[in-house]
């Protein structure tokens, strides 16, 4: 992966639905009684098989952190700022959607203001703890401010917030000019059958298309923790939507780009069609591990530094917890209101 920080112009004009351009992701198979993967989903598997399950199979809730929250709301100001006409796309107009993006976030999603609510610092909490945490994990000094905000200054809470949200649009800003780019698609699902029954699917960011039909796949980092620990899963997530690309429109993207938010740099990786083909076959092999673990019941823990970011280790053996009894019925792999939101990516929210 090489790191780059600037960015050619790509086929200013091009329609947005695409036109001469990549298929509407309308094409996408309908979802089969088969076993299905998201990369998110396949990540945690590889990652540990022991947290697949607990978020997968006893959809464990999970307490959002601050940083997806974030991202939630940078993610819905970037894919609204491309609505507005090219030469508005200023950083001035960014920072003026970022309020009524998070109103609109919260109409159509009421259970976000809780979320919001529920990162503030606890009353008793250490709050040198808060602040090494914040640290150890690179989040923004606004956004700590907005953590520390006393829980009952709720509007100096949500200014520091919403500003937290700014200074990661000037992140964007710093390595990408939106004026010169017409993406082809922006939060577009996407999804393929692989080997005649294992669905993969997910939901990119945004795709561009270059007037001689390349494609660019371009992914949203907006997390604050250390990418040193991340960008594995972060190429894996990308290279899962090249397949896909692939497989539904014959076309090897050209570039699959990390664009990161907080330290304003993008990571450009370029793939090939035998990457993509022995990564199918890694996908099918994952598919078919699930499986055996699923009818074993057997989903061992795999420790690793991303012990520190998950949520569940009080159930978790290495962490002298105990796994809650295996569910009788395994559930389909979708989000489960009754337990909260489903951690769907790992620097937002669903
Ligand atoms: S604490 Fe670590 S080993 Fe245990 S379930 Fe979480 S990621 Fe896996």
């Given at each position: 992966m090489t790191a780059q920080t600037a960015l050619p112009p790509v086929s200013p004009g091009l329609p947005r639905d695409g036109g001469d351009g990549p298929a509407p992701a309308s094409e996408a198979p309908e979802r089969p009684a088969g076993p299905s993967l998201s990369?998110?989903?396949?990540?945690?598997?590889?990652?540990?098989?022991?947290?697949?399950?607990?978020?997968?199979?006893?959809?464990?809730?999970?307490?959002?952190?601050?940083?997806?929250?974030?991202?939630?709301?940078?993610?819905?100001?970037?894919?609204?700022?491309?609505?507005?006409?090219?030469?508005?796309?200023?950083?001035?107009?960014?920072?003026?959607?970022?309020?009524?993006?998070?109103?609109?976030?919260?109409?159509?999603?009421?259970?976000?203001?809780?979320?919001?609510?529920a990162t503030a610092v606890r009353p008793g909490r250490d709050p040198a703890a808060v602040a090494a945490e914040a640290e150890a994990t690179g989040q923004a000094r606004l956004f700590t401010a907005a953590q520390d905000a006393p829980a009952s200054d709720e509007a100096a809470?949500?200014?520091?917030?919403?500003?937290?949200?700014?200074?990661?649009?000037?992140?964007y800003f710093a390595v990408e000019d939106p004026r010169r780019l017409e993406p082809a698609e922006r939060e577009s699902l996407v999804s393929?059958?692989?080997?005649?029954?294992?669905?993969?699917?997910?939901?990119?960011?945004?795709?561009?298309?270059?007037?001689g039909g390349d494609l660019r796949v371009v992914d949203y980092k907006t997390g604050?923790?250390?990418?040193?620990?991340?960008?594995?899963?972060?190429?894996?997530?990308?290279?899962?939507?090249?397949?896909?690309?692939?497989?539904?429109?014959?076309?090897?993207?050209?570039?699959?780009?990390?664009?990161?938010?907080?330290?304003?740099?993008?990571?450009?990786?370029?793939?090939?069609?035998?990457?993509?083909?022995?990564?199918?076959?890694?996908?099918?092999?994952?598919?078919?591990?699930?499986?055996?673990?699923?009818?074993?019941?057997d989903f061992r823990p795999k420790p690793s530094r991303l012990c520190g970011w998950c949520n569940h280790q009080r159930?978790?053996?290495?962490?002298?917890?105990?796994?809650?009894?295996f569910p009788a019925a395994v559930p389909a792999d979708s989000p489960s209101p009754a337990n909260g939101p489903a951690p769907v990516d790992d620097d937002r929210l669903a």
């Open positions: 990369p998110s989903r396949a990540a945690d598997f590889k990652t540990c098989p022991l947290l697949f399950r607990f978020r997968t199979i006893d959809k464990l809730p999970e307490q959002p952190s601050a940083d997806q929250v974030r991202g939630t709301l940078v993610h819905a100001v970037l894919e609204r700022l491309f609505d507005l006409p090219a030469a508005e796309r200023t950083p001035e107009a960014a920072a003026a959607l970022v309020a009524p993006s998070w109103a609109r976030l919260l109409e159509e999603g009421p259970a976000l203001a809780e979320i919001f609510a809470r949500l200014a520091a917030f919403l500003a937290s949200a700014s200074s990661l649009l000037d992140g393929t059958l692989v080997d005649d029954e294992l669905l993969i699917r997910g939901y990119i960011d945004r795709l561009d298309v270059s007037a604050g923790a250390p990418r040193e620990a991340f960008e594995g899963r972060a190429l894996f997530q990308l290279k899962f939507y090249a397949l896909v690309l692939w497989r539904t429109r014959g076309v090897v993207p050209k570039v699959l780009r990390l664009l990161y938010l907080k330290d304003a740099e993008i990571c450009d990786y370029s793939p090939d069609a035998e990457e993509l083909e022995r990564f199918e076959r890694t996908l099918v092999a994952l598919s078919q591990a699930v499986e055996r673990a699923k009818r074993d019941q159930f978790c053996p290495e962490f002298g917890g105990t796994p809650p009894p």
